[in-house]
């Protein structure tokens, strides 16, 4: 299975960018890259996605570099609200409906 | 707009109890999901289904049993359950066109005495 490796942890000061790291060496050509939020005590969240371009919207923007074995997850402006385990996922194409699976994922801190 | 639905959020069960995890959706998805959670780790797939009738075995199936009868609908039942399922459950759904996102519920934590 492919399988996507992030940091533990991670501080950010409130108001300013973060940029959460993803690596994917093992990607395959059409595995889509997603990333998905899990507040405390709620369910993951839907971020972002993308397969070979940079790709933006209202919560945030996803930086895939070149050769795909790398993405990074751009928060432009952190807020409190922010502090989540985020999960880098590949989407595998080779999967039955699309599995998702999670690894441990990368803990925000966002220090006021 | 209620999205996924879990039921009950909270539940406490004896060794060798049965019961039965309600996952509702109103957005018309093909597809659903049941994981779950322990504690410091990232989510586990039970068991998934495809439409409405169909189900398959997921990355740690043993001890769940799943049905599909409604599309809006994905059950999850545990016939006599252990201690080590003691977890948090997440149902989740998704579209069936490209690659859209999956859409989870909040969860059900369940401990098993």
């Known amino acids: 299975d492919a399988k996507t490796t992030q940091p533990n942890s991670m501080e950010s000061n409130e108001e300013e960018p973060v940029h959460l790291p993803c690596n994917h060496s093992t990607i395959s050509g059409t595995d889509y890259i997603h990333w998905y939020r899990q507040l405390p005590s709620q369910g993951p969240e839907y971020v972002i996605h993308?397969?070979?371009s940079n790709v933006n919207n209202r919560m945030a923007s996803l930086a895939i570099a070149e050769d795909r074995k790398s993405s990074t997850l751009i928060l432009h402006r952190a807020t409190l609200r922010d502090a989540a385990v985020y999960y880098c996922i590949l989407s595998i194409s080779s999967g039955s409906a699309r599995q998702l699976t999670f690894g441990s994922g990368t803990q925000l801190t966002v220090l006021p | 707009n209620a999205g996924v639905t879990q039921t009950p959020k909270f539940r406490v069960l004896k060794t060798g109890q049965s019961m039965t995890l309600l996952c509702a959706q109103d957005m018309n998805h093909e597809y659903m999901y049941w994981y779950r959670q322990d504690p410091g780790m990232g989510l586990r797939l039970i068991h998934y289904?495809?439409?409405?009738?169909?189900?398959a075995k997921g990355e740690v199936p043993d001890g769940y049993n799943v049905s599909r009868l409604k599309k809006q609908n994905f059950l999850l039942g545990l016939e006599s359950a252990a201690p080590s399922q003691t977890s948090v459950y997440f149902c989740?759904?998704?579209?069936?066109?490209?690659?859209?996102?999956?859409?989870f519920g909040d969860g059900t934590r369940l401990s098993i005495l």
């Open positions: 993308g397969l070979t």
């Open positions: 989740a759904s998704r579209g069936i066109r490209g690659n859209q996102p999956q859409h």
């Open positions: 289904s495809v439409g409405e009738g169909t189900t």
